[in-house]
């Protein structure tokens, strides 16, 4: 497994924007999928955005579609969320998650966004 540790978060107006970062322990950063999902006070978490191992080739929970941009740096052990025109419904705590070539799955801590109206 890796460690993860996001950071980034915060209390935004909606509209606004925040990036999140998440680094990651190790040496074979490149060969794990990244990926981001958050969840909100009283729901099950869910997928955001998912950056595939070595092709870098990004996948998108619908709801966060051309405001969401995640990014990698395979050299910094790190994978970056680049959030824009925030809404409401994306206040939740969200976990970067590393998925190994085996299928194991690391997450970190969380970081809390909170998006005002």
């Known amino acids: 497994q890796v460690q993860l540790v996001e950071s980034g978060g915060g209390l935004v107006q909606a509209g606004g924007s925040l990036r999140l970062s998440c680094a990651a322990s190790?040496?074979?950063?490149?060969?794990?999928?990244m990926g981001w999902f958050r969840q909100a006070p009283g729901k099950e978490r869910e997928f955001v955005v998912a950056?595939?191992?070595?092709?870098?080739?990004?996948y998108y929970a619908d709801s966060v579609k051309a405001r969401f941009t995640i990014s990698r740096d395979n050299a910094k052990n790190t994978v970056y969320l680049q959030m824009n025109n925030l809404k409401p419904e994306d206040t939740a705590v969200y976990h970067c998650n590393a998925r190994s070539s085996r299928g194991v799955r690391s997450w970190g801590q969380g970081t809390q966004v909170t998006v005002s109206s």
């Open positions: 190790g040496r074979t950063f490149s060969s794990y999928t």
């Open positions: 950056s595939r191992r070595f092709s870098g080739d990004a």
